[in-house]
């Protein structure tokens, strides 16, 4: 099975700051990656797929990038409203596996 | 417009039982690849179990031989048999469309497994 780790676990940045969360794949997982947000109390929303693809909606302060083993999830300018937890999920084959999570904080 | 519905969770003894349904609208379960994925309290997401548009079934370790899942295209349903339930299979659980990454999610339904 794939193991992703997500670092770091949690952060706490200001308004307007760049903010970078990384997930590595055990192996390589061909740009076959998606990020989602939870927002406290809600259902997880997809972001990203296929490792940089925003999905329908998104704003584009949220990017992703990344190939092989290593991904990123960058927001380019913090907002309020960005206070959530964050995971990446890997879907190569049949592997379907998440990360930990990283929980966003406004300072 | 797709929504999922979950029902069938409640408060449930260890060893015991419970069908988890997903009513879908907007869309075809049967073409689609569908999946379920937990999240316990106060953890992360946890991927269960995906059934394909073709049928085939894979499961997450630690639900397999426990946990069945299947559909029923009459009523555009998908279903989660979850057996031998245990503590850790306390949490909320999401029926999703799945292209790979998991595109709609419905709201959930709570299984708490406790004496």
């Known amino acids: 099975d794939i193991q992703m780790t997500q670092s770091p676990s949690s952060l706490s940045a200001s308004v307007g700051d760049r903010v970078t969360i990384t997930c590595r794949a055990s192996q390589a997982i061909a740009g076959s990656l998606a990020w989602y947000q939870q927002k406290p109390g809600k259902v997880p929303k997809p972001l990203i797929y296929?490792?940089?693809a925003l999905q329908s909606g998104v704003p584009s302060r949220f990017s992703g990038s990344g190939s092989e083993t290593d991904y990123t999830l960058t927001i380019s300018s913090l907002q309020p409203e960005d206070v959530a937890t964050y995971y990446c999920?890997?879907?190569?084959?049949?592997?379907?596996?998440f990360g930990r999570g990283t929980k966003v904080e406004i300072k | 417009e797709v929504h999922l519905v979950e029902t069938g969770g409640g408060l449930i003894q260890p060893g015991g039982s419970l069908i988890l349904s997903c009513a879908a609208s907007?869309?075809?379960?049967?073409?689609?690849?569908m999946s379920w994925v937990r999240q316990a309290p106060g953890t992360g997401l946890e991927w269960v179990s995906v059934?394909?548009?073709?049928?085939?079934?894979v499961y997450a370790d630690s639900v397999k031989g426990r946990f069945t899942i299947s559909r029923d295209s009459s009523k555009n349903t998908l279903y989660l048999q979850v057996n031998s339930l245990r503590a850790e299979d306390t949490a909320v659980y999401y029926c999703?469309?799945?292209?790979?990454?998991?595109?709609?999610w419905g709201q959930g339904t709570v299984v708490t497994v406790s004496s």
């Open positions: 296929a490792a940089s």
């Open positions: 907007g869309f075809t379960v049967s073409s689609n690849h």
């Open positions: 999703v469309t799945d292209v790979g990454f998991f595109d709609s």
């Open positions: 059934l394909y548009s073709d049928g085939n079934i």
């Open positions: 999920q890997d879907y190569k084959g049949a592997s379907r596996s």
